[in-house]
């Protein structure tokens, strides 16, 4: 895989769930690699930081049982790969929270880790309340190239 490449996966929250439909994965299975210049994500990421504020402003109004993730690059030796991360504190230019993904590439973090990572580089964000998700763009962006068989899906 190349430096260009754009790890994409679909959120693998600790609770069990990737959308309230869903369930949750091990490993690479549901692992989609992307160009990073794929431009249905692309278009998803520009998106999601169109409307950060969206996400800031339930994030000020937060209630119990509430979900709040951003998606965001990791990278260390072993390779970069896109993951999310449930935020359970946020600033202008910050979000800290637990990953939820288990990495498939990254090994300097682990699933559960708290991290403290820059919105710089935020491709994606979501909020869950009350079963209705707002945000998440890149979900569906990687679902339809899941359906479609994309040739570098991870087995």
């Known amino acids: 895989m190349g430096d260009n490449d754009f790890f994409a996966d679909t959120p693998d929250f600790a609770d069990g769930s990737k959308r309230p ?9 549901g692992l989609v690699v992307l160009a990073d210049d794929d431009p249905d994500l692309k278009a998803a990421a520009r998106e999601a930081v169109l409307r950060l504020h969206e996400f800031f402003a339930a994030f000020a109004q937060r209630q119990p049982g509430d979900l709040f993730a951003v998606k965001v690059p990791f990278q260390d030796d072993y390779g970069r790969e896109y993951m999310w991360v449930k935020v359970s504190s946020a600033d202008a230019t910050h979000v800290t929270g637990r990953l939820d993904n288990t990495p498939a590439f990254v090994k300097s973090i682990s699933v559960g ?3 403290r990572v820059p919105l710089k580089g935020l ?10 998700l707002r945000g998440g763009f890149s979900i569906p962006v990687i679902e339809a190239k899941m359906a479609q068989g994309h040739p570098n899906q991870a087995a």
């Open 21 to 29: 439909e869903h369930g949750r994965h091990s490993g690479t299975a």
């Open 113 to 115: 880790q708290i991290v």
């Open 123 to 132: 491709t994606d964000w979501l909020v869950l309340r009350a079963g209705v």
